[in-house]
């Protein structure tokens, strides 16, 4: 008896296999200003950069012309209530260099938002200095007396 983990492909009623691969790479906005033809990666440590490069060019078709990577050991942490040490999971960080010609900039997702936010916050600034005004003139005659202690 045979120790296979699929059965055997039999004609007439094939079984359709899919294979997903046991490893996750997550996008990661870079600290530093990079060249646009460099991309980076947190992957597990398992991953080698071989693993990397296969992965990205089979699973996504992106033409890969170098990998860097390195082990990021995790940060130690005192846990606040009881005082346990903890230690966050080491990682891998990979940085992609891209086939000559091909660049990647990384999106951004909330630069209408900022905008939006900037307005809103110029508005409570000039009310909130009318109102400072105001209050200034209400309180000339009132030196050294501070403002909550009103009549």
Known sequence: MSS???????????QRRVFLPNFWM???RPAYKQPSNMVQFMTPTEMSDYDIKSYLEKIYKVSVAEVRSEIVEGEF?????????????????????LKEGETFEFPDICEQKEKKDDEEVKKIKEQAQASFKEFNKRNENRPGVPGWFGI
């Not at 296979?4 to 094939?14: Q, T, V």
């Not at 942490?77 to 260099?97: C, E, L, N, S």
């Open 4 to 14: 296979r983990w699929y059965p055997l492909f039999r004609n007439g009623n094939p």
């Open 77 to 97: 942490k005192r846990q606040r209530t009881k005082g346990y040490i903890i230690k966050d999971d080491d990682y891998r960080r990979a940085f992609v260099i």
């Open 26 to 28: 997550k996008l990661v």
